[in-house]
């Protein structure tokens, strides 16, 4: 059936500079448009500046990039409303995903019959191969109602693993690693075709195949709705990457969600020990003891308190970074989303203003429910 072509805007209006994070000594600037065939033209944000809490959010903006087949509920939501109606609303409209990191076709199969909206098929960390990623895309075909499938490559510079997914005929794909406008514009213009990106064309392929059919009038038809229709999503998973987020946002079109993932971030921040601005202050050298004094090793005020990744997580500093990345998202309609583990904590980051939330892993939830089976015996 022939489909008419999906009208698609080439210009960007670039918003006005963001004010939830200010570089201490800086005016604000207007960035304009990145495009990224070679990383090397882009000029990287700032990131010397450190971590510190963000002011009110400013009144949401127009979308500057519209994508078709994102159904996407951040641009219609308030980026300062904390009323309940607001959160209830906020809630039944996230989309609900799992993260595939087992490689099993059989796994991906039954989830997807599972009813939830979108699954990542993990190359970056999960057991997930080329080879396995087509059968995965394969197995996920067979439910009523497919979930959209996302895949997750290796990089920004992961050229040809993003061009693997989006032949194979995924959705889209989720690109960890962003620090910088530079490697934001890089990982998107590998997923656009020209002239909005540089993506490499190949006929026949899956994606053909799956979305268009066979037949000489395919690859048109393809070409035509191809840019609107490929879902970018990059991570949120560094202090850089957030200190970069509204320059990021402003500079950078065909941005379809950024995905936070908390506990790459906390780990940048210091929240889990480690060297970032907000790691706690290593414990001082033991002082010469006086006659009679103590000097065991396994006295409290020499000894440092192991890392707690849930308090963490549900600290302070993270509910400040979950309300800067969704009003940031707001501001210009684009889809915020974010990893947890269990239900509850997924319901809450959808009533926080997430319109994708994934709520665990393959593998955590077999892991999890054997234990809670054997526990039972």
Request: glycine letters at 10%; one cysteine or more; charged letters at 15%.
């Amino acid at each position: 059936m022939h489909r008419s072509s999906l009208r698609k805007s080439t210009a960007y209006s670039v918003a006005k500079p963001h004010a939830l994070w200010p570089l201490p000594g800086t005016a604000p600037t207007r960035r304009g448009r990145v495009h990224a065939c070679n990383a090397a033209q882009t000029r990287p944000a700032q990131l010397s500046a450190p971590w510190r809490p963000a002011p009110k959010s400013r009144p949401a903006t127009k979308t500057a990039y519209s994508n078709d087949s994102s159904s996407s509920t951040a641009g219609s939501r308030s980026s300062g409303s904390s009323s309940e109606a607001s959160s209830s609303s906020s809630a039944s409209a996230a989309q609900f995903g799992m993260f595939v990191c087992s490689g099993s076709p059989l796994v991906a199969e039954a989830l997807a019959h599972t009813g939830v909206d979108w699954l990542c098929l993990d190359t970056q960390h999960g057991a997930v191969g080329y080879g396995e990623l087509l059968r995965l895309l394969q197995a996920t075909c067979s439910a009523p109602r497919r979930p959209q499938t996302i895949v997750r490559v290796g990089g920004p510079s992961d050229r040809f693993g993003i061009q693997q997914a989006l032949d194979q005929g995924a959705d889209g794909v989720m690109v960890p690693l962003v620090n910088s406008v530079a490697e934001a514009a890089e990982a998107v213009s590998y997923c656009r075709f020209p002239p909005q990106g540089c993506r490499s064309l190949v006929a026949p392929s899956r994606a053909i195949l799956v979305q268009e059919g066979a037949g000489g009038a395919a690859l048109g038809r393809y070409l035509q709705s191809a840019n609107s229709r490929v879902q970018v999503w990059l991570q949120v998973e560094s202090l850089q990457c957030l200190e970069a987020l509204d320059a990021i946002l402003d500079s950078v079109p065909g941005i379809d969600c950024l995905f936070v993932g908390p506990a790459d971030l906390a780990v940048s921040m210091g929240l889990l020990g480690g060297p970032g601005p907000l790691a706690p202050q290593p414990p001082q050298p033991l002082r010469p003891q006086p006659a009679g004094g103590s000097s065991s090793s396994g006295s409290s005020s020499g000894a440092a308190a192991l890392p707690d990744l849930a308090a963490a997580l549900a600290g302070p500093e993270m509910q400040e970074v979950h309300r800067r990345v969704i009003a940031a998202c707001a501001a210009r309609g684009v889809a915020a989303g974010c990893f947890c583990v269990g239900p509850a904590r997924a319901k809450e980051l959808a009533a926080m203003g997430y319109s994708r939330v994934g709520f665990d892993t393959d593998l955590g939830m077999l892991i999890n429910s054997t234990s809670a089976a054997l526990k039972a015996l």
